[in-house]
């Protein structure tokens, strides 16, 4: 999962000539306060060099995390929103996502922040319509009301960042801003799960129906101490493993993620949710079904359904065999 080519190296152009140290500073003092003062409200990025730094370090990753969820969601429903509205746009990552996979006719970004607003603003000058056309708006989605309507709604990565009845009140707008599908992604840590399961409840109470990741609007059957995220994989540009120190051709970026619409979405039968395990002509899927999770197991003499299980990936819908054998568990 690869950033556009045209805003990688528009990110490039414009870190030119920055002073490298500083931006690298800047990336750990802010990755420092990302760590320690998220969920409450505070104001994490305010500066321009700071929202330089983010844009290196870690718009691939939510670029990637956006596509990969919205990939998902839209596999379950046949919506194909026209308008989006990319709330929290920070420096625009889910606005090219989205265009990434839809042909959109109209962007608008709500963002609390100059800094990030001027330079998201400043990368999709020179991108085809509808991003170099898109209108910006500065908004506090905690504290303003949320007038516009899009039949798309994305928040990527804000809601963790703001105070649990910030993100409450905030939700709602977004629903209500939201006139086909609403996506919220996530950090893929379990304290942003948690978070994301409440707004999952509060959605629900709203008539809101899921698409995707879930196979059902039941109670998760996630266990004690463990949490539902997948993972996308996104290669390393020389300035990104510059600013974050590091030799490895790529990073994964672990997130959870919600998509929900006003239509019933036709969900998957179930969901992978682990990276699949292979052994010695074996597959075992770690599955979210319908009636709960469950383990899935293909041996070569399987044959069409270990050809299926080999082919899928981590997040992936799948379709169940009809005969379950012995070896699935519960
Ligand atoms: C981690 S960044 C994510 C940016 C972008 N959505 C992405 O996925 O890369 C969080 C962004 O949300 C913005 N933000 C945080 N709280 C906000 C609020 N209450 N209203 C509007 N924007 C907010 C921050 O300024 C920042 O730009």
Known sequence: MELPLQLRLTVERHVQGMDQAKLKRDFRALSERYRTGGGRGRKLLTEDAEAASYAIARM???YGAVVTALKHALERTPVR???LLDCGAGTGAASWAACTLLDLGAVTCLERE???IRLGRSL???APPPLRDAVWLRRD???DEIPERADLVIASYVLNEMSEPERDRAVVKLWNAAERMLLIVEPGTPAAWRDLMALRDRLLALGARIAAPCPHESACPMGEGDWCHFRCR??????????KDGDAPY????FSYLAVTREPAVRAEARIIRHPRTDKGRISLELCARDGLRRLEAHKKDGERYKRARKADWGDA????EVVTGEDGP
């Open 60 to 62: 691939p990753a939510t």
């Open 81 to 83: 929103p026209a308008t």
């Open 114 to 116: 100059p800094a990030m």
């Open 124 to 126: 999709a000058a020179e």
């Open 141 to 143: 989605l905690a504290k």
């Open 234 to 243: 996104i290669p390393r540009s020389r300035l990104h493993k510059r600013l």
């Open 251 to 254: 990073e994964d970026e672990k």
């Open 318 to 321: 799948f379709a169940l065999p």
